[in-house]
C-alpha cells in the first residue's frame, strides 16, 4: 500500500528542491524561528506531543516551523503519531493508517505496522481504515518538515472524525497503552488551525483561550471554549487527544511557541484563519 501525495503543488510544491527551499525559508523568515535547527541525537523525549497547523506552507508554514525546530532539536523518536481532524467526511470515525508506505516530494515513509495494529486491538473505536487519509491534507503537510532532517522514523497517522472528549480519550489511552507495551519512543503531533474565517481581533480573542488552555494542558477549558464561544477551530480532538496523552505519558507543562495569522502573511484583516505551534514536555 503506497499513499500518494494528495496536496503537493497545492499545499507546498511538488518539486523536491524548490520544497526544500520553501522549508528552509520557513525557518528562516521572519514569522519563523529564525535559522534552520541541527538534528540532535535522540536519547530521552523531552517533548512527548505539539501543536502544529495544518495551512499552506505559504500561510502557516513559518509558525509550524516553530514546533519543528523544537522536535528537530530534541532528535526523533522512532514513531511520530500525527493526529489529525476529518476535512473530507470519508471514512470511520477514527481511522487509522496501518499499513504501507506514504510518499511524498521528499520520498517515503514507513508505517509503524506493528504500533498501528496494536492500537486497533487496543480500542473498541479505532479502525484501520485507508479511505478517510486518501484525500487528507492534514496529515500529510507535516511529513517534508520532518524528512527534511531524516528519513530515520516512522509514523502513525490518525484521522478524526469524531472528536468529543470520550473519542479524545479513548485514542490517548490506546496510543499509551501501545507504547507501553511494545515499548517504543514516540512523539505526538496534533495537527490542527484555529479559528476560521473571522476579522484578526475577534479570531485573537477567541483564540487566545485556546492558547490559554493548550498552555495549561486544560483539555477541559479547551473544549468548553470551542463549544461555549463557537470557536472554529478544526482539530480540537486531536489537540484534547494530545495533551491526555502526553500528560499520562510524563509531560508536566505546555509551552506556546507562535501564533499568528493568515493575515500576517496576506494582508487581508478581514477574514483570516489562526495558526499556534505549541510544545508539551
Known amino acids: 500500500m503506497i499513499r500518494k501525495p494528495a ?10 528542491d524548490k520544497l526544500k527551499r520553501d522549508i528552509e525559508h520557513c525557518f528562516e523568515n521572519k514569522l519563523g524561528p529564525g535559522k534552520i535547527p541541527k538534528l540532535g541525537k535522540y536519547e530521552k523525549n523531552r517533548i512527548y506531543g505539539a501543536v502544529v497547523p495544518h495551512a499552506g506552507y505559504a500561510y502557516s508554514g513559518s509558525v509550524a ?16 503519531i500525527i493526529l489529525c481532524p476529518n476535512h473530507t467526511g470519508l471514512g470511520t470515525g477514527i481511522s487509522v493508517f496501518t499499513e504501507g508506505v506514504w510518499e511524498t516530494p521528499l520520498g517515503k515513509v514507513n508505517i509503524d505496522e506493528e504500533f498501528a495494529k496494536k492500537m486497533v486491538i487496543n480500542s473498541e473505536s479505532i479502525d484501520s481504515d485507508t479511505s478517510a487519509h ?3 491534507h492534514s496529515c500529510e503537510v507535516h511529513l517534508p518538515f520532518l524528512q527534511y532532517f531524516s528519513d530515520d522514523f516512522k509514523i502513525i497517522p490518525i484521522v478524526m472524525w469524531m472528536q468529543d472528549m470520550e473519542s479524545a480519550y479513548e485514542v490517548a489511552d490506546a496510543i499509551c497503552k501501545t507504547s507501553k507495551e511494545l515499548n517504543k519512543s514516540i512523539s ?3 495537527s490542527t488551525d484555529l ?3 473571522e476579522d484578526k481581533d475577534s479570531a485573537q480573542k477567541k483564540d487566545v483561550l485556546i492558547l ?3 498552555e495549561n494542558m486544560d483539555e477541559f477549558a479547551l473544549v468548553d471554549a470551542v463549544e461555549n464561544n463557537n470557536i472554529s477551530m478544526c482539530g480540537y480532538g486531536p489537540t484534547t487527544a494530545t495533551i491526555k496523552a502526553s500528560r499520562d505519558l510524563g509531560s508536566k507543562k505546555g509551552k506556546i511557541l507562535k501564533y499568528a ?7 487581508d484583516l478581514s477574514s483570516v484563519v489562526g495558526y499556534c505551534s505549541a510544545i508539551f514536555e
Open 195 to 197: 479559528t476560521h474565517y
Open 212 to 214: 490559554d488552555a493548550i
Open 261 to 267: 495569522t493568515s493575515g500576517d502573511v496576506s494582508g
Open 7 to 16: 496536496v503537493a503543488g497545492l499545499f507546498y510544491d511538488s518539486n523536491p
Open 134 to 136: 486518501t484525500n487528507e
Open 65 to 80: 516551523a516553530h514546533a519543528y525546530y523544537e522536535i528537530v532539536q530534541n532528535g526523533f523518536p522512532e514513531i511520530f
Open 188 to 190: 505526538i503531533i496534533a
